[in-house]
T-cell receptor, first 113, second 115 residues
């Protein structure tokens, strides 16, 4: 079945450690996105990518990094520079075009101890 | 970027129509409006989208005002399973790169369907 797979579902890390969240899609979508969600809040855009080897900062990119070496993969690294990394992270993808909808993964919940 | 404003919460009786409003007064002419819902920290689920005309699918109807400054999502016969947070989203084009878009989420409306 086609879809978006995020891993791990739950992740714990100590302060000062970098952590990488995986996002893989087999929908052949060009665009991929990372969002952050805090409790009781909406989704905020971290990074997005339209094509391989190209990506743009969203509204809250500080403390995060991404790569897009393959069309189907868009990993997000939460660095030690991110002051409040504990959150729910959602990856999404879409077809390029006039009205492509977003397809979401099930999310990764990161807790910093 | 165009932003959306939604009421924080709404209640609806089971079996009745749920009408969820959204204000997007700064929307540009080529920016689509999308609606998603999210149930208990799962990935958001697509409902419907539109540009200028009203739209209907098996889940809902979307009514967009003529000036495009606001829209309403209608769930015609709400059930308990429709209890969720509903997000109104504007898709914004990145001017520097043709075909690149970002989806701007608001804070959403928490809809509670009452038995």
């Amino acid at each position: 079945d086609g879809g978006i797979t995020q891993s791990p579902k739950y992740l714990f890390r100590k302060e000062g450690q970098n952590v990488t969240l995986s996002c893989e899609q087999n929908l052949n979508h060009d665009a991929m996105y990372w969002y952050r969600q805090d409790p009781g809040q909406g989704l905020r855009l971290i990074y997005y990518s339209q094509i391989v080897n190209d990506f743009q900062k969203g509204d809250i990119a500080e403390g995060y990094s991404v790569s897009r070496e393959k069309k189907e993969s868009f990993p997000l690294t939460v660095t030690s520079a991110q002051k409040n990394p504990t959150a729910f992270y959602l990856c999404a993808s879409s077809i390029s075009g006039s009205s492509g909808e977003l397809f979401f993964g099930e999310g990764s919940r990161l807790t910093v101890l | 970027d165009a932003k959306t404003t939604q009421p924080t919460s709404m209640d609806c009786a089971e079996g009745r129509a749920a009408n969820l409003p959204c204000n997007h007064s700064t929307i540009s002419g080529n920016e689509y409006v999308y609606w998603y819902r999210q149930i208990h920290s799962q990935g958001p689920q697509y409902i419907i989208h539109g540009l200028k005309n009203n739209e209907t699918n098996e889940m809902a109807s979307l009514i967009i005002t003529e000036d495009r400054k606001s829209s309403t999502l209608i769930l015609p016969h709400a059930t308990l399973r429709d209890t969720a947070v509903y997000y109104c989203i504007v898709r914004v084009a990145r001017l520097e790169t043709s075909g690149t878009y970002k989806y701007i989420f608001g804070t959403g409306t928490r809809l509670k369907v009452l038995a």
